[in-house]
Nanobody, 128 residues
Framework: QVQPVESGGGLVQAGGSLRLSCAAS????????MGWFRRAPGKEREFVGA????????YYADSMKGRFTISRDNAKNTTDLQMNSLKPEDTAVYYC?????????????????????WGQGTQVTVSS
């Protein structure tokens, strides 16, 4: 079992930045990677980005490229999501997820079913 826990959510004005963190505990030696998803009010869960745990390679949804950056700290078993130039439409609950096995193809990182463990989510609200 791996338990991811998100932190860093809050209220920010449009154009501002916010940094989310996810700390994993438990059987962290078995992690293949960590991903970020979000769910806006009235919408389905959406892939934000992910990072491979061994090689640090990152993957992003096309709409997030250039504004969002994912990093990791293997020693601390954490991953961060740096969000810049935030827009009101970025308002959502952001979730961190852990996969034990890296997907075979890059598109696999964007699928919810790839991930074995999910955090409770942290609210991000962007005001206009």
């Amino acid at each position: 079992q791996v338990q991811p826990v998100e932190s860093g959510g809050g209220l920010v004005q449009a154009g501002g930045s916010l940094r989310l963190s996810c700390a994993a505990s438990g059987r962290t030696f078995s992690m293949g990677g960590m991903g970020w998803f979000r769910r806006a009010p009235g919408k389905e869960r959406e892939f934000v980005g992910a990072i491979g745990w061994n090689n640090g390679r990152t993957y992003y949804a096309d709409s997030m490229k250039g504004r969002f950056t994912i990093s990791r700290d293997n020693a601390k078993n954490t991953t961060d999501l740096q969000m810049n130039s935030l827009k009101p439409e970025d308002t959502a609950v952001y979730y961190c997820a852990v996969t034990q096995v890296s997907p075979s193809f890059p598109t696999g990182w964007g699928r919810s079913g790839t991930y074995n463990y999910w955090g409770q989510g942290t609210q991000v609200t962007v005001s206009s």
